[in-house]
């Protein structure tokens, strides 16, 4: 089954080219495509709901419902890091009551991995890092100033010589920034959003 998976409210949509028996739950909501208009109408309910918390978006050619979906809002691109110490830890950003990883939007003409790493040194004043390989990237639709967005967030696992400690972007609302060794990973991810939790853990069980 091919998938396509983006985050509204920290819920996920998914997007797929048939439904399965999972897919049919009561909090499940489903819509097989049928115009842009009733799908803006179908995502605005999802939203606002408490009832849902999966919205099921299927159609036999998903690579066009994706496009479909993501030509509906603003593209915000941003770029960020899954940062592993010299012991194996991954560092962890402390932001509005939530862990998450440090990421930033890209700026006109910076390049997506230069982004990734000047966002990881600024969010968390640590330096030495490098690239090892690209990640999965994020879909996450939020709203910014009165509108909806959809932020698109390109990820690279780093890794980092700095022996220093981490310092948190006070600015940036970030109020802590720690190294998370593997026995503590399972907690932290419980405050995590959902695109987070999941990022981390398909690369987890990839190493």
């Given at each position: ?5 983006v ?15 999972e ?32 919205l ?7 690579n066009?419902?994706?496009?479909k ?11 960020g890091?899954?940062?592993r ?23 006109k ?10 966002e ?21 639709i ?35 920034v720690r ?14 959003y ?7 853990i ?6």
């Open positions: 089954m091919q998938m396509y998976k985050f509204i409210n920290d819920k996920p949509i998914l997007i797929v080219n048939t439904i399965q028996t897919h049919i739950a009561s909090d499940h909501l489903v819509y097989q495509y049928q115009s842009k208009k009733k799908l803006l109408a179908v995502i605005a309910e999802y939203q606002e709901s408490n009832t849902y918390n999966k099921i978006l299927y159609d036999k050619n998903t066009v419902l994706f496009k979906l993501i030509s509906l809002y603003k593209i915000i691109k941003a770029a890091g899954v940062v110490n010299l012991k194996g830890d991954i560092l962890f950003i402390y932001r509005l009551g939530k862990w998450d990883l440090p990421k930033g939007k890209i700026e003409n910076e390049k997506i991995k230069d982004t990734a790493i000047r990881v040194e600024e969010e968390c004043g640590i330096s030495k890092l490098s690239i090892i390989n690209s990640l999965p990237s994020t879909y996450h939020y709203n910014l100033k009165g509108k909806n967005v959809l932020k698109k967030t390109y990820w690279y696992e780093m890794k980092c010589k700095d022996s220093k400690a981490p310092v948190p972007q006070i600015k940036e609302d970030i109020t802590a190294w998370i060794d593997n026995e503590a990973i399972e907690d932290v991810l419980q405050n995590a959902l695109s987070i939790k999941e990022l981390i398909k690369y987890l069980d990839i190493k």
